[in-house]
């Protein structure tokens, strides 16, 4: 393949800062409003611009818009992820899980994953890629948050891949990384409550607060 340069796009006009500061995980997203073709170009022209390793740029995304494939998808993700609850904490439904439980939200992307607008998944050629893929699509997630597109970075399970791989005619050589449902939220961004960098941030040592604890 030849490189070639990409000019910024004209509608990513939204500062960086209000960008990563009102980003947040967007489960729950509009299905009678569909994502245009320009803004899937854009959010994949700003993975593109992201480091890699060596600049060897082995990130590889696939678009899923036809809607029985996401359907057929959707329900494989379904089963990746109570297969990951499972393997977890033994839970095999709803009904299995604590009333209590950080994932109940993160549930309701399993029974919505069907209805996505677009998926994004996230592949490498050649094994050991993640550290030159995740910046990419960090770069996704920003550049969806500033044309006001939710996002959610989540993955699959060992269950359901080689079905995955089948149904997408998915090279040998290629690793999968995660899985991008995007479209228009139902529902708002920011502000995120976050743990303070002065408790997760170790200075010189680990433990050692930072000077402005």
């Known amino acids: 393949m030849e490189m070639t340069y ?10 960086i800062g209000e960008a990563m500061f009102t980003q947040r995980a967007i489960r729950r997203l509009r299905s009678d409003k569909p994502v245009s073709d320009a803004d899937l170009k854009t959010v994949l022209d700003a993975a593109s611009k992201a480091p890699s390793g060596g600049n060897t740029q082995p990130g590889r995304f696939l678009v899923i818009r036809e809607r029985d494939t996401i359907k057929a998808f959707g329900k494989l993700y379904h089963e990746a992820w109570w297969a990951k609850r499972r393997d977890a904490y033994g839970w095999k439904n709803r009904s299995d899980m604590p009333e209590d439980s950080p994932y109940k939200m993160a549930a309701l992307l399993a029974d919505e994953m069907v209805d996505a607008p677009v998926i994004i998944l996230a592949f490498t050629i050649g094994r050991g890629g993640a550290s030159s893929i995740f910046p990419g699509v960090q770069n996704l997630l920003l550049a969806a948050r500033a044309l ?26 290629a690793e999968f990384h995660c899985c991008i449902p995007l479209g228009y939220p139902r529902g708002n961004f920011g502000p995120t409550r976050r743990f303070p960098t002065s408790q997760t941030t170790g200075w010189n040592s680990w433990g050692a607060a930072p000077p402005w604890k």
Do not use: Y
């Open 6 to 15: 990409i000019d910024t796009p004209a509608d990513l006009t939204m500062q």
């Open 148 to 173: 006001g597109l939710g996002s959610v970075l989540t993955t699959l399970h060992a269950d359901v891949m080689e079905r995955v791989n089948q149904m997408f005619s998915v090279p040998a050589d």
